[in-house]
């Protein structure tokens, strides 16, 4: 992950200080539960468990004292310093019966039976020792208990309480991890949609947009997983791991040395695991990004789909895809099932066996008692879960990665950075000098193309599908850059110039005016603070528009839905008019705007295109010749080059190709007048 797991933690760096009190929650909540253990092996081995320990008969009604038969004892670990001690008795336990054994040195291992006043006790060796004994009653049983019931109630409040201080510190530390996972995705989303405003025009033509919508959505809330649930478990297990190893140690180091081997275990299952689980996931993130982009692709052209009937070849795409998708889904699943917690449940109940096994053979030594064992038992147990955790969110792990690298690709694209720099408005005045260009590399499609457009001039470019036209203007607005030759804005080479300014005042009308989600009015003024209401409604009138508009039941505040779906081709171009005049460019662009304007709409268009041009510099890319007849230069294209170059009336009377295309187009119309 090297270089892509800096940038996550330089992204987690901004928000330090929630983290890290969220970290430091998580230690103190695993501290605070890791004592649980230690108070419940005090009261199984001190309070429970020590009932079978030396008793020595004491003075009366001494603290600690428990009344039997006449007499008082108190036990051997009550007594303190310099007292002096009776006789010593014992109470031992057999099933659930209770003995008093009057006699001392009573083992305290070995299995117990009793018969005719006589408790027999056989040692491991099956030797054998008898001590006189007496069973007791209920009540005198409880009675020698009754000395530890307020530190066991105080050993169990103890336990309770420290449960609802982890409980509590459990929660502050999700909260504010899950808070500080939500505003690192924030700024990363934030931070990739700033990008790909500044990435070229060219990015976009090799990136199908779903994919694009893939990586700010899907990618970045997969991070997101990383942050809220990886880190936490896999910080939360490695404490775990560590205090409770720790434990073990000073519980009893042979236990811990017989759960050592568990560690190396985990690290070779993480390696096997990310090692299948990486390629799965690479394969699984494109296909969701290619079926994002089919999606994408197929709403937007689903009246093409229709229309040519082309639904089961689509529904065909998709499925292959999605198969794929499903198949690499299973593949991980598998992965994941057979590494899932179910093996590490072996493993544990291995162990479990084991140790029960060597407890029992009396192999652990006489130091391991009940309440270590079951401290161990304990212990074990919540080891398991933390690390049940961390392979449970090695797939959340792995996908994270995968995504991390998806999103970091395309922050790591050159893009241009948005400058807040405004330059003064210029003249207009556009000359191409020797200009030579190509998309590819030894394909030009542009051949030393040389002109100048003065201020206020329209200049038309005309020429057959794949000339060069939509190129000049592209490089124009800087969408690529020339490879030969310059371009000048009022004599300044626009490369000199950084984009957003040169674009700055430019403004373009195209064949297809793309409008926004909101209504008529935002989609003229684009949201920008500088363009007010009433020059909103003015640049509608200037084109003809505002009354039209105004019949509409909500005014300029009529919604628009995407890309303006429930208005004629003809009100979308007058919107992209007003918005072009709204924003007083000093150089417009015309890009087959009256191309798909139906004949009567395209006298409005043709008196608001007249106002829109007026003091500008206009280029326009017209296939009807009719529309340009008054420009003052025709540029006529011909495979990258220029062909042709005058006034309307100049290259009719020169009779080249302009003449011959202008000839056709109005057969053309005749024909179609006569039929």
């Known amino acids: 992950?090297?270089?892509?797991?800096?940038?996550?933690?330089?992204?987690?760096?901004?928000?330090?200080?929630?983290?890290?009190?969220?970290?430091?929650?998580?230690?103190?909540?695993?501290?605070?539960?890791?004592?649980?253990?230690?108070?419940?092996?005090?009261?199984?081995?001190?309070?429970?468990?020590?009932?079978?320990?030396?008793?020595?008969?004491?003075?009366?009604?001494?603290?600690?004292?428990?009344?039997?038969?006449?007499?008082?004892?108190?036990?051997?670990?009550?007594?303190?310093?310099?007292?002096?001690?009776?006789?010593?008795?014992?109470?031992?336990?057999?099933?659930?019966?209770?003995?008093?054994?009057?006699?001392?040195?009573?083992?305290?291992?070995?299995?117990?039976?009793?018969?005719?006043?006589?408790?027999?006790?056989?040692?491991?060796?099956?030797?054998?020792?008898?001590?006189?004994?007496?069973?007791?009653?209920?009540?005198?049983?409880?009675?020698?208990?009754?000395?530890?019931?307020?530190?066991?109630?105080?050993?169990?409040?103890?336990?309770?309480?420290?449960?609802?201080?982890?409980?509590?510190?459990?929660?502050?530390?999700?909260?504010?991890?899950?808070?500080?996972?939500?505003?690192?995705?924030?700024?990363?989303?934030?931070?990739?949609?700033?990008?790909?405003?500044?990435?070229?025009?060219?990015?976009?033509?090799?990136?199908?947009?779903?994919?694009?919508?893939?990586?700010?959505?899907?990618?970045?809330?997969?991070?997101?997983?990383?942050?809220?649930?990886?880190?936490?478990?896999?910080?939360?297990?490695?404490?775990?791991?560590?205090?409770?190893?720790?434990?073990?140690?000073?519980?009893?180091?042979?236990?811990?040395?017989?759960?050592?081997?568990?560690?190396?275990?985990?690290?070779?299952?993480?390696?096997?695991?990310?090692?299948?689980?990486?390629?799965?996931?690479?394969?699984?993130?494109?296909?969701?990004?290619?079926?994002?982009?089919?999606?994408?692709?197929?709403?937007?052209?689903?009246?093409?789909?229709?229309?040519?009937?082309?639904?089961?070849?689509?529904?065909?795409?998709?499925?292959?895809?999605?198969?794929?998708?499903?198949?690499?889904?299973?593949?991980?699943?598998?992965?994941?099932?057979?590494?899932?917690?179910?093996?590490?449940?072996?493993?544990?109940?291995?162990?479990?066996?084991?140790?029960?096994?060597?407890?029992?053979?009396?192999?652990?030594?006489?130091?391991?008692?009940?309440?270590?064992?079951?401290?161990?038992?304990?212990?074990?147990?919540?080891?398991?879960?933390?690390?049940v955790g961390m392979v449970n969110q090695l797939s959340n792990l792995e996908v994270a990665r995968v995504s991390a690298e998806r999103v970091f690709a395309l922050l790591d694209e050159p893009g241009i950075p948005v400058t807040d720099q405004r330059l003064d408005r210029y003249k207009g005045h556009v000359a191409f000098n020797n200009v030579t260009f190509g998309y590819k590399e030894g394909e030009d499609v542009l051949k030393n193309i040389d002109f100048t457009a003065k201020q206020g001039e329209t200049v038309a470019l005309v020429g057959h599908t794949g000339s060069g036209k939509s190129s000049i203007l592209n490089l124009l607005f800087r969408f690529y850059d020339i490879d030969r030759g310059t371009i000048t804005v009022d004599g300044t080479d626009v490369r000199e110039m950084a984009k957003q300014q040169l674009r700055q005042h430019m403004g373009i009308v195209l064949q297809e005016p793309f409008l926004f989600t909101g209504t008529i009015a935002s989609n003229v003024s684009l949201d920008d603070p500088t363009i007010t209401r009433e020059k909103v409604e003015q640049s509608l009138r200037d084109v003809g528009a505002y009354d039209m508009f105004m019949q509409l039941p909500g005014g300029l505040d009529e919604p628009v839905i995407e890309k303006g779906s429930t208005l004629s081709a003809g009100q979308r171009q007058l919107i992209s008019f007003a918005r072009a005049l709204a924003f007083d460019p000093a150089i417009l662009i015309l890009d087959e705007a009256t191309a798909s304007i139906d004949t009567e709409t395209e006298a409005i268009i043709q008196q608001a295109l007249d106002v829109l041009k007026r003091g500008r510099t206009t280029f326009v890319i017209a296939h009807r010749l009719s529309t340009i007849r008054a420009a003052d230069q025709i540029l006529v294209l011909d495979r990258g080059r220029i062909v042709e170059r005058g006034n309307h009336d100049e290259l009719m009377e020169h009779g080249g190709k302009y003449y011959a295309m202008y000839q056709l187009q109005q057969g053309a119309a005749v024909s179609g007048i006569v039929a």
């Open 1 to 387: 992950m090297g270089n892509n797991g800096k940038r996550l933690f330089q992204y987690a760096w901004h928000y330090k200080r929630p983290i890290l009190l969220a970290l430091l929650l998580l230690a103190l909540a695993i501290s605070v539960e890791l004592v649980g253990p230690f108070l419940a092996k005090r009261m199984i081995d001190t309070n429970i468990m020590g009932i079978q320990k030396p008793w020595y008969e004491s003075k009366q009604d001494g603290r600690y004292a428990v009344p039997y038969k006449d007499s008082w004892y108190k036990r051997a670990d009550h007594w303190e310093e310099g007292e002096v001690k009776g006789r010593e008795v014992h109470v031992m336990q057999s099933g659930l019966t209770y003995y008093f054994v009057d006699a001392p040195g009573v083992p305290s291992t070995g299995s117990l039976s009793f018969k005719d006043g006589q408790l027999t006790v056989t040692a491991k060796d099956d030797s054998t020792q008898q001590f006189p004994a007496v069973q007791m009653s209920r009540n005198e049983t409880y009675g020698f208990y009754k000395p530890e019931i307020r530190s066991m109630i105080t050993l169990a409040s103890g336990y309770v309480g420290l449960l609802l201080i982890g409980a509590l510190l459990a929660y502050g530390q999700k909260y504010l991890l899950q808070v500080s996972a939500n505003r690192i995705v924030r700024k990363m989303r934030n931070d990739v949609f700033r990008h790909i405003q500044e990435l070229p025009v060219q990015y976009f033509d090799n990136l199908p947009a779903g994919k694009v919508v893939s990586r700010v959505t899907n990618d970045t809330e997969a991070i997101r997983e990383l942050y809220v649930s990886v880190l936490a478990n896999f910080f939360s297990g490695i404490i775990y791991m560590t205090a409770i190893m720790g434990a073990l140690f000073v519980l009893d180091a042979k236990l811990a040395l017989i759960a050592l081997p568990l560690l190396p275990i985990l690290y070779v299952w993480i390696v096997v695991y990310r090692k299948f689980a990486s390629s799965y996931n690479h394969v699984i993130r494109s296909r969701l990004s290619d079926i994002n982009g089919m999606i994408n692709e197929s709403i937007q052209g689903m009246p093409i789909i229709q229309v040519f009937r082309r639904e089961k070849q689509t529904m065909a795409e998709f499925h292959e895809m999605n198969d794929e998708y499903f198949k690499y889904q299973n593949k991980l699943l598998y992965l994941n099932s057979f590494t899932s917690h179910n093996l590490l449940t072996i493993f544990r109940n291995i162990i479990f066996i084991a140790v029960v096994w060597m407890f029992a053979g009396g192999w652990l030594g006489a130091a391991v008692s009940v309440g270590v064992l079951y401290a161990f038992i304990d212990y074990m147990n919540r080891m398991m879960s933390p690390i």
